[in-house]
């Protein structure tokens, strides 16, 4: 689903960067059978979950991107508590307002588990069913929205990386 | 079996037209194209065609027939508003109501299921013609089992020749109506005598509604109806009927390849339609949902703050019903019954409009207007009950999508920070993915420092809001017509891939126990269960160096779902004989 919006963002010609660890990343095949332009997805590859708010505050502070998507879903709760710190979180959301550009954080946590902060405007619980030989159906279950009540949820319909069929 | 029941409204516009003169009734009356001399006449009602006026001939040459002519045009707007109306009362007898493309007047409902309401299917069609009847339009129903046998048959019911028929042929229609009225004694039975009767003042009951009772007797009563009571042009039809065809069983003999080639793709159309080669199902038109919230108070409140929260929690849903409409809210209303114990009734309703900058669906941007319209308002008494509406307009892809805004990106800022990342976090820190062709995944792409984002030619630069343009309208055309969320207008084309996560060194797996009671738990002891295996694909290179130290290259990709829904892409790797976990599919 993260890659929908990439996807949507290089449509609309907004340049978009990906911030994530230098360990695991997202397979770029993959990403191109999805139609993502390779070239034009800068990826940012730090060495420490807590440089991931930092490169963030970097790009976003330079005017340049309307998409910046940080991959922290390899912490667990209590990295994200350390790494991703309330001061961090209301700087990258005045950067976002001011220059008008959307940043996601992707996260793996549990149900119940709290959001990264009050400042998060919208939080999404995504899962992934099978329904086909050949098809998955992703869902995002919006359980946070500021800007309209939350509860919405939004299904897409996707099919398997190859071998996965 | 499916039951369908076709409703025809004969003369729908000059239906329309007697609806709106009600002195007219009973009077020479016609429709005209325009409110010109040399307009075409369209309809005429039955009190003209006694002067022998017919639809085709000019207007003028119309009046000259009959002094006390009166005629009037019927706008196709007024006509559609008409059609919606009716649909709208059909829809309370049945949810599926589909109005015909290209004869206004004719509708088709979906009569299955409907016996535990209604004992009969007669019982049912009689209670839809009185409504009709009440709202001054008369119809004639036949229920049945295929649109066009429906629509025959409803068709063949009324008296009034068709629209396209031609002052040009009048003289031919007389000797054809005369032979239609010898056939019909045998198709439409006493039902005639009351249809002569009644086209002459609209509207009146043209005729019992029909059951038909079976396909059989549905097909084969269709094959008597003649030619001219069907959609067919003038030219196809007097041709036909030229060639001795002049019912519905013989138009069915004709070869479709040269029905086509003499005349047309719309007759072929409609010989396609009447052997039942495109018989598709209803095409009802979707409910729209009122988005109207209301709220009632336990006590009565007089806080503005209070209010606004009242307010706030009815917006919300107000606005995600506009999204899922893709519309955009231009104009707020407030709605709010006071508490007035003085005053008859005891309650005074007060209504408040408030008109945003532009259309929005953010209700940021509502709410701050709210806030200072109630403060400024003086309450007279304590709001026990207050209700939300709103006047919307379609809405454009900006309003709802997330990259709403079009500033100018500098990317050569972009440059800068790249360097201050470099600079802080190594030379390898901005990269971007270069596919290569290779056999191993991680061997499938490099990653190639990125010095700066694209840089475009001017000419591209000159065109960038036109691409921006097309790009929306791209995706605003791709939407689904059914919108569950405000957010589905993000997520469009192309069919998306789930996308595998790499690890960059393959995590090594425990090995596998010979004994697994609980299942294979790949990382450990406090893993789920794998409960389906896909695989193996396997990757084997080099080896003929299979002697050598490095032993080659193989592996056996497999895919492994587990009891907590995760699905991770492991490999077993032959020569070390381990397993690794390579990544997993998100």
Redesign the interface.
């Known amino acids: ?1 993260a ?3 990439v ?3 290089q ?5 978009v960067a990906w911030v994530t660890l ?14 993502i332009d ?10 420490q979950h807590r ?1 991931v708010c ?2 963030a505050d ?2 976003a ?7 910046l998507v940080l991959d922290l ?1 390899s912490g667990d709760e209590r990295t994200l508590r350390r790494c991703v710190p309330m001061a961090s979180l209301s700087r990258l959301m005045g950067l976002a307002h001011k ?2 550009c ?1 940043i996601i954080f992707l996260t793996h946590k549990a149900e119940r588990a709290p959001s990264l902060g009050s400042l998060i405007s919208l939080r999404g619980q995504t ?2 069913r099978r329904v086909g030989p050949d098809a ?1 159906v ?1 869902r ?1 279950q ?1 359980v946070r929205d500021k ?3 939350p509860g ?10 190859s ?3 | 079996m499916a039951r369908l029941a076709c409703i025809d409204l004969p003369a729908f516009p000059l239906q329309l037209l007697l609806r709106r003169e009600r002195s007219w009734a009973g009077k020479p009356a016609v429709v005209v194209e325009e409110d010109k001399p040399l307009a075409r006449v369209l309809w005429a009602n039955e009190a003209a065609r006694r002067f022998e006026i017919l639809p085709g001939m000019r207007y003028a040459a119309a009046l000259s027939l009959c002094s006390d002519l009166f005629a009037g045009t019927v706008d196709p707007v007024e006509i559609d508003q008409a059609v919606q109306s009716v649909c709208e009362l059909l829809r309370r007898f049945s949810p599926d109501v589909e109005a015909a493309r290209h004869a206004p007047g004719t509708f088709w409902v979906d009569a299955s299921g409907l016996q535990p309401l209604h004992p009969t299917l007669l019982s049912w069609a009689r209670r839809i013609d009185r409504t009709l009847r009440h709202a001054r339009l008369a119809s004639r129903i036949v229920v049945g089992f295929c649109r066009f046998g429906t629509f025959a048959l409803a068709r063949a019911a009324w008296q009034a020749p068709p629209a396209a028929q031609s002052a040009q042929s009048a003289t031919q229609r007389t000797k054809q109506q005369t032979k239609q009225r010898r056939r019909g004694t045998q198709t439409a039975g006493p039902a005639k005598a009351k249809t002569a009767r009644a086209q002459t003042k609209t509207p009146t009951k043209l005729a019992e509604p029909v059951v038909i009772m079976s396909a059989e007797e549905e097909r084969a009563q269709a094959e008597l109806v003649s030619l001219d009571r069907l959609s067919l042009t003038p030219r196809a039809r007097d041709a036909l009927m030229a060639l001795g065809i002049d019912t519905v069983a013989g138009f069915l003999k004709l070869p479709p390849a040269g029905l086509q080639e003499r005349y047309g793709d719309e007759v072929l159309e409609l010989h396609r339609i009447a052997r039942g080669e495109w018989d598709t199902p209803l095409q009802g038109e979707t409910l729209v949902e009122s988005i109207r919230q209301e709220a009632l108070l336990d006590e009565p409140e007089r806080n503005v703050n209070r209010l606004l929260f009242w307010i706030k929690r009815l917006l ?2 107000l ?2 019903g506009l ?1 899922r409409r893709r519309e955009a809210l231009c104009e707020f209303i407030l709605e709010l019954r006071l508490d007035r114990p003085g005053v008859p009734g005891g309650v005074e309703s007060c209504v408040e409009r408030l008109t945003p900058a532009q259309p929005t ?4 941007q509502l709410l701050p207007l709210l806030l200072l319209r109630l403060n400024k308002m003086s309450l007279r008494g304590g709001v026990v009950e207050l209700a939300l509406d709103a006047v919307s307009a379609p809405a454009t892809t900006d309003q709802l ?3 709403y ?1 079009a ?1 100018r ?3 050569r ?2 440059r ?3 360097a ?2 470099r600079a ?3 030379d ?8 290569r062709p290779a056999h191993l ?1 991680e061997a ?2 490099s ?1 190639t420092p ?1 010095r700066s ?2 840089a475009k030619t001017a000419s591209e630069t000159n065109n ?1 809001s036109k ?2 343009a097309r ?2 309208k ?2 605003a055309q791709a939407l689904p017509a059914e919108l ?5 207008l ?3 084309t ?12 393959p995590v090594v797996l425990p090995r596998r126990l010979r004994h697994e009671e609980d299942g294979w738990q790949v990382r450990g002891r406090d893993d789920a269960a794998v409960d389906e295996v ?2 193996p ?1 396997v990757v084997s290179g080099g080896w003929w160096r299979a002697l050598e130290a490095d032993g080659g290259v193989h592996r056996e ?1 497999h ?1 492994l779902h587990n009891q907590a ?1 995760e ?1 991770l892409w492991a490999y077993y790797d032959r020569p070390r004989r381990r397993w690794f976990l390579q ?1 997993r ?2």
Request: proline share 7%; aromatic share 12%.
């Open positions: 689903m890659f929908a919006l996807h949507e963002a449509t609309l010609q907004e340049p230098r360990t695991e990343t997202f397979y770029p095949p993959d990403a191109a059978a999805s139609a390779l070239a034009q997805l800068a990826v940012v590859r730090v060495p440089d930092r490169a970097q790009l502070r330079s005017q340049a991107f309307g998409l879903s220059y008008h959307a899962t992934r998955f992703c995002m919006v800007r309209r009540a919405w949820k939004h299904e897409v319909s996707c099919r398997g990386p071998g996965l069929h | 919300d849903p606005l995600a999204v669906v953010d209700a940021q999508s997330l990259f805004d500033t990106r500098d990317r800022a972009a800068r920070a790249f201050r990342l802080e976090f190594g390898e820190t901005v990269v971007y993915a270069q596919l995944p499938t792409f990653w990125l984002l694209h960038t691409r921006r790009a929306r791209r995706i569950e969320s405000p957010r589905q993000a997520v469009v192309p069919p998306p891939m789930l996308i595998r996560r790499l690890y960059t060194r896909v695989g694909f990709y895919f829904g699905w990544g599919v998100e």
